[in-house]
């Protein structure tokens, strides 16, 4: 395109290392800390006296979080490509 913007809307400039570098940094940090304060807030339905669970339950929420966050490392990780075919 001639105007330097991509079909998404993106200006190249933004593709530029230190921007998405700044770009991770804001909004991997803004993420991260809003999932440690739900991860917070889940730990006070522990309360006993207010909510009523079983292990059961905990075992669930536990396991559905622990495979999201397999699955989301595993994003974060540099896979090698296969190598190209050769009879070489």
Do not use: C, W
Not at 36 to 59: F, I, P
Not at 61 to 74: M, N, Q, S
């Amino acid at each position: 395109m001639e105007n330097d913007e991509s079909k998404s809307g993106y200006q190249r400039e933004h593709y530029t290392e230190e921007a998405r570098r700044d770009r991770f940094k804001r909004i991997a940090e803004a993420r991260t800390n809003r999932l440690l304060n739900d991860v917070r807030l889940l730990g006070n339905t522990s309360n006993k006296t207010l909510y009523q669970y079983d292990q059961a339950d905990v075992d669930k929420i536990f396991e559905a979080i622990e495979k999201k966050l397999v699955e989301t490392r595993a994003k974060f990780k540099t896979t090698k490509k296969d190598k190209p075919f050769s009879l070489g």
